[in-house]
């Protein structure tokens, strides 16, 4: 076998491209083309529709697909990160019946982690899954669950049993979505979307070869698909421009990019939409205000400062030089980022920061903006635990003092749900 | 490269590094900030000869090391990390980068080897007693007597002004307002009709002067009239340096902000674990780490002839000024009641801080003047 390297990779992937490439084919028909041949997902083991190509090389494929154009297999959403999980805790059985379907998008997966007792201490969670016959049955309620409404299958983490320590007493089951004891809420956020879902079960059932890995073994699996969530975020960012060309598989990939998406539609307020200040203080006339243009500079510095940092900390991934604390700090960066562009955005709006929808400026934009920039400090980590993470990990402080570790889970204080 | 360092600086940086743990300990800063000359200069022998940092980024023809901003802005970062006393910044990055912007080649083949090899320092005259750090602050005149020309005015503010050997002075044609008429001369330290007086400064490790010209004669360096374009280069990789000096004492302030908080016990248990403290230094590290990919970015960017290079060092600058002075502030409160005391190390950088925060433009300078570059 001839050595791997940055030429060979890039001439072979050329070339199976140039000999396969069909934009007429269906996106299905083209993918699972692609996913036999090994380059659409060329990182992963070759007995499972990759190649066994190292990390690093990943670019250089992508660089081939985005030169012609060609469309590549289902990557956005919960699916990646249930194929990672798989991958790494899977049984062939599970390998077998999930890879392939969720590279080529026609399955939805999502994620059943938090809950409203337990968001930022996931290891809480106390939806019940128990043994009953030939079957795990699940009683309990997820929250914060994207894309619950349309998915096919769920990554589970339950409780099954109360007297070992909490992260102990955790299993982690795929589970079929589709059944009669899930039942799906929309949950509305501030800012009126419903991006996320409350998912309730009432006796859902699990068979047990659906159970991943042992009874006991939840939390560490979930850990693999936290640390590939928290990976995937800059990836997932890189996948977002549907083609508008006119041939059928980019018809149909557009079609599943809207939908994926949907739930995100209001992220880019999310995080402030810096980019929309310099325009705004010009439009408004607010750019002759001495005030205005500080606090604009401040923004802007500090919102080029967190990019820059965050090139930093990729810099030194690709270099293979240890990470620096820089890695650590994009998200809470980008929380100050955010929260800073809501105060500018505020005082350029003035009166106007009072209205909302097609009254507001920019038919509703600027006014998504101010209700929004609140999730980003919370969501996938609050501020504070982005903090303790980086006086404990980079810092080297004390951890915090626990109660919750050393004693059954039955014997930890929890939450009183309302009823 | 604006993201990474290469493996040759990073080892360049912890020679520097090891350099200064070595000669600038805190007991030898805190004996040559009590001096009118402020430097030792064995140790300034011994930065020059053996380690060559004078000469980095002057080209090889001029007798330098021909390296650029970058490997400067490690240099100056460590310096301000070890609390450096010696006149680097005024002769090495203010006065140097002057020459090199403004000077013909003969003036530059005169006067940057001895620089370079450090037996001559070198201070920048440019600001004045109103403390302007803009081109339109200059008074002091310039008037052509034959070949020469004879200075008349008051700078102040000016960096080691008292001890330099050669000072490069900014003057004006008499009668020219603003950025017109302005020209860079050089005067010895020594020359008739100068006079020379150390001001007590509130950081003692950073001296400036007040010069008082009375007829002084003086060499035009480059050409006459066109200071203005070099001048504003200048200022603005001095900006950068400063910057990246700002930023290696931030990052030295935090570090010792979490070692005393590791060690400080109260109430039975090490203040550091207390989560108030914890996320205060979570904090302090952004700012350190936000600042300091500003002041590599735009010292990068200089070497690449960025030509948004202005708007880029006020932007370092500001970041720096804002990140140094908060990491200051917390430091200090973090040591609690020693932390205000005079034995405690802690305000020498809290006074360089303070000093930095308006040396060549505070921070709503910079940003006034980032947000006319950028035309909002």
Redesign the interface.
């Known amino acids: 076998m001839t050595e791997m390297t940055v030429e060979t990779v890039r001439a072979e992937v050329r070339a199976w491209l140039k000999q396969n490439w069909d934009p007429n084919l269906g996106l299905v028909e083209w993918r699972n083309k692609l996913i036999e041949s090994g380059w659409g997902a060329p990182h992963w083991p070759k007995v499972w529709y990759g190649r066994d190509l190292p990390d690093g090389m990943l670019p250089i494929v992508e660089e081939e697909f985005e030169r012609i154009s060609a469309v590549g297999v289902a990557k956005m959403g919960i699916r990646t990160l249930a194929a990672a999980t798989i991958l790494a805790h899977g049984t062939d059985l599970h390998k077998q019946k999930f890879l392939r379907r969720i590279l080529t998008g026609e399955d939805t997966w999502c994620q059943l982690f938090s809950e409203p007792g337990s968001g930022s201490d996931l290891a809480g969670a106390m939806t019940k899954a128990e043994r009953r016959g030939n079957r795990w049955v699940i009683n309990g309620q997820k929250v914060w669950t994207t894309s619950a409404h349309r998915a096919d299958y769920g990554l589970l983490l339950a409780r099954t049993n109360v007297d070992l320590p909490k992260h102990k007493g955790l299993a982690y089951f795929i589970l079929d979505m589709r059944q009669p004891g899930v039942e799906v809420v929309p949950l509305r956020q501030m800012n009126g979307h419903a991006s996320f879902n409350q998912v309730f079960f009432t006796d859902a059932e699990v068979a047990p070869e659906f159970l991943v890995e042992d009874d006991g073994d939840g939390w560490k699996i979930a850990t693999t698909t936290l640390m590939h969530e928290r990976r995937g975020a800059d990836a997932m960012r890189r996948y977002i421009k549907p083609s508008e060309r006119p041939e059928r598989v980019y018809r149909e990939e557009a079609r599943e990019i809207a939908i994926d998406l949907e739930p995100y539609k209001w992220y880019p307020q999310r995080a402030g939409r810096v980019d929309l200040v ?1 325009a705004r ?2 439009e408004t006339g607010r ?1 002759r205000d ?1 005030v205005v ?2 606090e ?3 923004l ?3 919102a ?3 990019e ?2 965050a ?2 900390a ?3 991934h ?2 293979g ?1 240890p990470q620096g ?2 890695g650590s ?1 994009g998200k ?2 980008s929380s ?1 980022v955010a929260r800073a562009a809501n105060q500018v955005h505020t005082l350029i709006s003035g009166a106007d920061a009072m209205l909302t929808g097609k009254n507001s400026p920019m038919n509703g934009v600027i006014a998504e903006i101010l209700v929004s920039t609140p999730a980003i400090s919370i969501a996938g980590g609050t501020d ?1 635990i ?3 993470i ?3 990990r ?5 951890k ?2 626990r109660f919750d570790t050393d004693r059954p889970f039955r014997d930890v204080p929890k939450n009183v749900l309302p009823k | 490269m604006r993201f990474s360092f290469t493996d040759e600086q990073q080892e360049f940086r912890s020679v520097v590094r090891r350099f200064l743990e070595n000669k600038s300990p805190t007991t030898a800063v805190r004996r040559l900030m009590e001096t009118d000359v402020g430097y030792d200069p064995e140790v300034w022998r011994s930065l020059t000869e053996d380690l060559g940092l004078t000469a980095i980024h002057i080209p090889e023809i001029y007798g330098g090391q021909g390296f650029g901003i970058s490997e400067l802005a490690i240099t100056v970062e460590e310096m301000g990390r070890a609390l450096l006393c010696a006149p680097y910044f005024a002769s090495t990055v203010l006065a140097t980068t002057a020459i090199l912007k403004a000077g013909t080649d003969a003036q530059k083949q005169a006067l940057l080897p001895d620089i370079a090899a450090g037996k001559t320092i070198a201070a920048l005259a440019f600001t004045e007693e109103n403390g302007r750090w803009d081109a339109g602050g200059v008074a002091t005149t310039a008037t052509p007597v034959g070949e020469k020309y004879r200075l008349d005015g008051i700078k102040s503010f000016v960096l080691d002004g008292h001890t330099a050997d050669v000072i490069v002075v900014v003057a004006r044609r008499p009668g020219s307002t603003e950025a017109n008429g302005l020209s860079f001369f050089t005067v010895r330290g020594n020359a008739a009709g100068l006079e020379r007086c150390n001001l007590a400064t509130m950081d003692q490790t950073r001296k400036l002067a007040r010069l008082t010209f009375s007829g002084v004669e003086a060499q035009l360096l480059g050409e006459e009239g066109a200071a203005a374009g070099p001048l504003e280069v200048t200022l603005d990789v001095a900006a950068i340096c400063l910057a990246n000096e700002m930023v290696g004492g931030a990052a030295r302030l935090h570090e010792s902000a979490v070692a005393f908080a590791n060690m400080r016990v109260q109430f039975g248990r090490p203040i550091a674990s207390f989560q108030s403290l914890k996320h205060k230094a979570a904090d302090m590290l952004l700012d350190v780490e936000l600042a300091k990919s500003a002041a590599y970015y735009a010292a990068a960017a200089a070497d690449e002839g960025d030509e948004d290079l202005p708007a880029l060092a006020s932007l370092a600058k500001a970041a720096a000024s804002e990140a140094y002075m908060q990491t200051a502030i917390h430091t200090v409160q973090i040591h609690g009641g020693i932390g205000f005391t005079w034995d405690n190390d802690t305000h020498l950088w809290f006074k360089r801080a303070k000093s930095s925060e308006v040396f060549l433009g505070g921070s709503a300078y910079h940003r006034e003047r980032l947000m006319q570059i950028w035309q909002v």
């Open positions: 310099i203080a010009k750019n001495p243009r500080q604009i500079a401040k802007m510095i500090m080029r400062c967190s820059w940092t090139r930093r990729r810099a030194a690709q270099y030089r604390p820089e700090l809470l960066a100050y504070e982005q903090k303790n980086i006086a404990e980079v810092l080297k402080m004390p915090e003092p």
